[in-house]
T-cell receptor, first 112, second 116 residues
Framework: AQTVTQSQPEMSVQEAETVTLSCTYD???????LFWYKQPPSRQMILVIR??????QNATENRFSVNFQKAAKSFSLKISDSQLGDAAMYFC?????????FGTGTKLQVIP | GAVVSQHPSRVICKSGTSVKIECRSL??????MFWYRQFPKQSLMLMAT?????????EQGVEKDKFLINHASLTLSTLTVTSAHPEDSSFYIC????????????FGPGTRLTVL
């Protein structure tokens, strides 16, 4: 069984500043992946970044990076130099080789 | 690459009718497709996992006779909501997985179903 918890329903950040979205998870799988997805108002789910659990190095993708703490089962997303287009719902997700479980989401507001 | 389409994007139907939603992987073959349901301001809830050529695996609490899933080819899965009721109104999203590629799922744009 997998559970994903996002404790921040809403966050706001000033444009050009940095924000961190929190996520904790629990899984019984030994080999799994972690993801952050973005869902803008269009409702299209977009993959932001992914992390293989067996890799110790934190994944980075341009302005997006993660802080993966495997022992603590924590997987936070850091957005640097926030842009207006970053405003969206962000979902943390955990999955093995079968299904993926999503958190409840964090609504990110970017203030001009 | 890895584009997934859904059709229709929006559908309004009368209570008691059936509605079919198509999910297509346009530029890759997907052995596995997933169907999600998303209520307003809520997360994605997995309804079922669809494997090409075999019966779908439904999540607990999802009525398989009400939500019929067919995955007849490596690029097409369909979800049919039978005898739709107003409580079935929701946003339905499909995704397709590229086997071996980080277990990543590529999502369709979703279908908004409104049952009157």
């Amino acid at each position: 069984a997998q559970t994903v918890t996002q404790s921040q329903p809403e966050m706001s950040v000033q444009e050009a500043e940095t924000v961190t979205l929190s996520c904790t998870y629990d899984t019984s799988e030994s080999d799994y992946y972690l993801f952050w997805y973005k869902q803008p108002p269009s409702r299209q789910m977009i993959l932001v970044i992914r992390q293989e659990a067996y890799k110790q190095q934190n994944a980075t993708e341009n302005r997006f990076s993660v802080n993966f703490q495997k022992a603590a089962k924590s997987f936070s997303l850091k957005i640097s130099d926030s842009q207006l287009g970053d405003a969206a719902m962000y979902f943390c997700a955990s999955g093995g080789y079968q299904k993926v479980t999503f958190g409840t989401g964090t609504k990110l507001q970017v203030i001009p | 690459g890895a584009v997934v389409s859904q059709h229709p994007s929006r559908v309004i139907c009368k209570s008691g009718t059936s509605v079919k939603i198509e999910c297509r992987s346009l530029d890759f073959q997907a052995t596995t497709m997933f169907w999600y349901r998303q209520f307003p301001k809520q997360s994605l809830m997995l309804m079922a996992t669809s494997n090409e050529g075999s019966k779908a695996t439904y999540e607990q609490g999802v009525e398989k006779d009400k939500f019929l899933i067919n995955h007849a080819s490596l690029t097409l899965s369909t979800l049919t909501v039978t005898s739709a009721h107003p409580e079935d109104s929701s946003f339905y999203i499909c995704s397709a997985r590229v086997q071996g590629a980080y277990n990543e799922q590529f999502f369709g744009p979703g279908t908004r179903l409104t049952v009157l």
